[in-house]
């Protein structure tokens, strides 16, 4: 227990204060207050209810004189006055002085120590606590006693905010104050939040001191070169990264300084639903290990057995679990400055070739562009592909405007040398509802050719839409599937496709155009005229 207690911290509670339990103590406390229940096999299965995943609308940063010029002020950041989160916080602290028991763990958010955050996080529930606990990087206990908490997270599930008092949307609220360095999360029991919001921490701290914050996965190859993959939910940033070959760093969030690349975080937090033990090995076999969380998974109530491909409680089922878990995890969970960058996208127009290789210019436009798209049938009202296009594949958690994390990547692009790759997970053969998706085989085996450097000695054609280079052939793939047009029944229908995509792009980046330089708007898409 630091010596830095609630009470100095300003935080008044007559509640039975567990500190810095290990998992072992929190799966018990979590079973006894009747949080969960244990699976076959020694996992934690849990229930959110009725939020499995983040509440984008309800997330809040107070706007005051610290972050006034420096938050990128708009839909993705939405401001909350001082006055509200004064009243949501007396709220808050009164509601957490009614509770008979917290849990507090004293965390890191950075695996780097010169770039760490100190991050206290208070919860209400003990399966909240070892998720987080799971999730973060644990401190050795004799750090603990001396531990200064820099920013602080309280989350109470139970608590019920008032949009009248608070200034937010809903009974749901994540609110964030830089200059008190707090975090105040109610009405959800997500427990994501908790961990999207250290790395929100680190993405408003990082680039002050000309570090990278990034949302992607990262390993390290039998010599020492280290991949980074950018990608947004269901892109493949999880699976393509536990990779049997190479070393695990982390496998959502990171930073990279002048001498590394570290996970903000200790453990991984995988999606479960539909998870094959034959394509996900590693993943899969920290289902069956005692520490891991399960969220929202199904189990028989009699056998304890999982059914990972029920998707009844939610679509977006997840699993959390220390990082050793996969069984070739780096120690350290750092590597060396990135050889490799892989932008992910789950294409679902079917035009995009399975792989292409970027200029610098192309690497920072399509990493503000940070496309994927939508199928059809994944939310009510979506009956075709529908593009996403989400800056830095992570605007949600960005504070800062997109620009400031897209020169900082496109300096330390060139800086090292680093090559780039776009590579789409989603769909060939046509759209999604006609095409197929990508298989995971050809994924696997162009990323292979491109981490150990034979795919730069390929012969390459220049993309007619997208202007980036694409592989002619490429051992062990049909060469088809890396033309797309040639995958389509129809290559009229592609080019027709292929443009409305384009125009998609172009339409997006108009945001941006002012705050790149002319090398990146020179290499911009541009709307196709219409046809005559």
């Known amino acids: ?28 406390a979590a079973l006894a207050n009747g949080e969960g229940v244990l699976a076959q096999h020694g996992p934690l299965v849990v229930e959110t209810g009725k939020h499995t995943g983040r509440s984008a609308n309800d997330k809040f940063t107070v706007r005051d004189a610290e972050t006034e010029d420096s938050v990128w002020w708009g839909k993705t950041n ?27 763990a004293d965390l890191f958010g950075g695996s780097q120590a010169e770039h760490r955050v100190n991050v206290r996080i208070i919860n209400e529930l003990a399966w909240h606590n070892l998720f987080v606990r799971t999730l973060l990087v644990r401190p050795e206990p004799s750090e603990l006693a001396d531990f200064v908490p820099e920013y602080t997270i309280i989350d109470l599930p139970s608590f019920r905010a008032d949009p009248a008092r608070h200034g937010c949307n809903s009974g749901t609220v ?23 919001s250290v790395f929100g921490i680190l993405n408003y701290k990082l680039p002050i001191k000309g570090v990278m914050p990034m949302h992607c996965s990262a390993n ?12 947004l939910s269901g892109t493949g940033k999880t699976t393509l990264s536990a990779d049997a070959s190479r070393t695990l760093i982390g496998d959502d969030e990171h930073g990279w300084s002048d001498t590394a690349v570290f996970n903000f975080e ?29 969220e929202n998974v199904v189990i028989h109530p009699v056998t304890r057995e999982l059914d990972l491909d029920d998707n009844s409680l939610a679509e977006n089922t997840r699993g959390a679990y220390p990082i050793d878990f996969i069984p070739n995890a780096s120690e350290h969970n750092l590597g060396p400055v990135p050889k490799n960058i892989i932008m992910l996208t789950a294409d679902a127009f079917g035009v995009l070739p399975p792989i292409a290789r970027l200029s610098p210019e192309q690497a920072m436009y399509h990493f503000l562009s940070g496309y994927t798209a939508k199928v059809a049938g994944t939310e009510i009202g979506v009956t075709e592909p529908e593009a996403t296009f989400s800056t830095c594949f992570g605007a949600p958690f960005m504070p800062r405007h997109p620009s400031v994390y897209g020169n900082l990547l496109k300096e330390r692009i060139a800086n090292g040398g680093v090559t780039c790759w776009l590579v789409n997970t989603g769909w060939t053969g046509g759209k999604y509802g006609v095409g197929t998706r990508m298989p995971i085989k050809v994924t696997r085996a162009l990323l292979n050719a491109a981490l150990d450097g034979s795919l730069n000695n390929a012969q390459f054609r220049i993309d007619e839409n997208f202007g980036f280079e ?49 090398a990146v708007r020179q290499i911009a898409l541009q709307v196709p005229e219409p046809a005559v």
């Open 470 to 518: 694409v592989p002619v052939s490429v051992p062990g793939v049909d060469s088809k599937i890396l033309d797309p047009r040639q995958t389509w029944p129809d290559g009229q229908e592609y080019d027709a496709t292929a443009l409305k995509l384009v125009g998609l792009f172009a339409e997006n980046f108009e945001q941006f155009e002012s705050h790149v330089d002319d």
């Open 266 to 294: 200790g453990g991984c937090y995988a999606k479960m639903i539909r998870l094959s033990a034959e394509a996900e090995p590693e993943i899969h076999a920290t289902t069956k290990r005692f520490g891991t969380v399960l």
């Open 1 to 28: 227990m630091s010596s830095i207690t609630l009470t100095k911290q300003g935080i008044f509670s007559d509640a039975e204060q567990h500190w810095n339990l290990g998992t072992v103590l929190l799966v018990e």
């Open 220 to 231: 390290i190859g039998p010599n020492g070169d280290t991949a980074v993959f950018f990608g």
């Open 174 to 196: 994540i609110a964030v104050n830089h200059t008190e360095k707090l975090i105040l999360i109610g009405g959800t029991a997500y427990a994501g939040e908790m961990k999207k």
């Open 78 to 104: 939405k401001a909350m006055t001082p006055d509200h989160f004064a009243a949501l916080k007396a709220d808050f602290m009164q509601a957490l002085a009614s509770k008979d028991k917290l849990y507090i």
